[in-house]
């Protein structure tokens, strides 16, 4: 984020200098790049009271400074509920499209084989420890493809006019209390796979870019 602080004072190290000088400090201690630039338009003193026609310098200052003030606190208070705003919408991001992806029973990844993009359905979709997972088989070629490659895309239709399509880096996570969750998560998979069968595999997307489309043309992107 970056402030402009005008100091609209003749006095350029008075009272409204110094007061600009410690918000700007106090700006960019929170972040921000803040500029403390004087303006003194062609250089003269007292020209801003001139363009005000007649009103005082100090007030004119005052007014200013006021303004500026006004604005930092706006926007620093923006970009403090920005963030707060990213971290939930990123959790809620996640969900959302974890419970899209599980509304539409099955989705389909792609993965790169050389130049050769390579899709398949998959079913697998949970969220584990804050991230959001997906399983498969290290035997397959889905897993060799995305050891090789880890970009990957996805696409989850609703069969009602929705859909969603997913761009992520999947990364493994060899912990066993992971592929277990997955496991627990879906009790059919117990007949082929085990979480120490050294062939179950886990793996979380990261970089997530998931946008989701409507036939009438409206689209949103979720990133987490
Ligand atoms: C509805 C459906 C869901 C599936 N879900 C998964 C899954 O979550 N993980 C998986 O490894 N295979 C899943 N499969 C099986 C894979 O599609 C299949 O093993 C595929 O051949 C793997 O791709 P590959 O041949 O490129 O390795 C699913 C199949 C279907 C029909």
């Given at each position: 984020m970056k402030l402009l602080a005008v100091n609209g004072s003749p006095r350029k190290t008075m009272n409204t200098g110094l007061l600009l000088e410690k918000i700007v400090e106090g700006a960019a201690s929170e972040g921000a790049a803040a500029d403390g630039s004087a303006l003194h338009p062609n250089g003269e003193h007292g020209t801003i009271k001139q363009m005000m026609n007649g009103v005082g310098s100090v007030k004119v200052a005052s007014t200013v400074l006021a303004v500026f003030m006004l604005t930092a606190f706006i926007v620093m208070g923006s970009d403090a509920f920005a963030t707060e705003d990213k971290g939930q919408k990123s959790e809620v991001g996640m969900q959302?499209?974890?419970?899209?992806?599980k509304?539409?029973?099955?989705?389909?990844?792609?993965?790169?084989?050389?130049?050769?993009?390579?899709?398949?359905?998959?079913?697998?979709?949970?969220?584990?420890?804050?991230k959001l997972?997906?399983?498969t088989g290290k035997k397959k070629d889905v897993f060799k493809q995305m050891a090789r490659n880890p970009k990957i895309e996805i696409c989850a239709y609703d069969g009602k006019g929705k859909w969603v399509r997913i761009q992520a880096v999947a990364v493994n996570d060899d912990r066993r209390e992971?592929?277990?969750?997955?496991?627990?998560?879906?009790?059919?998979?117990?007949?082929?796979?085990?979480?120490?069968?050294n062939n179950s595999q886990v793996l979380f997307l990261k970089d997530v870019k998931a946008r989701f489309h409507t036939f009438t043309g409206e689209s949103r992107t979720v990133e987490f």
């Open positions: 959302e499209v974890h419970d899209f992806m509304s539409c029973g099955q989705y389909f990844l792609a993965t790169v084989d050389g130049d050769q993009p390579k899709v398949r359905p998959f079913g697998t979709v949970a969220i584990y420890d804050g997972y997906i399983q992971a592929k277990q969750f997955m496991l627990d998560s879906y009790p059919e998979l117990k007949k082929m796979y085990s979480a120490d069968d």
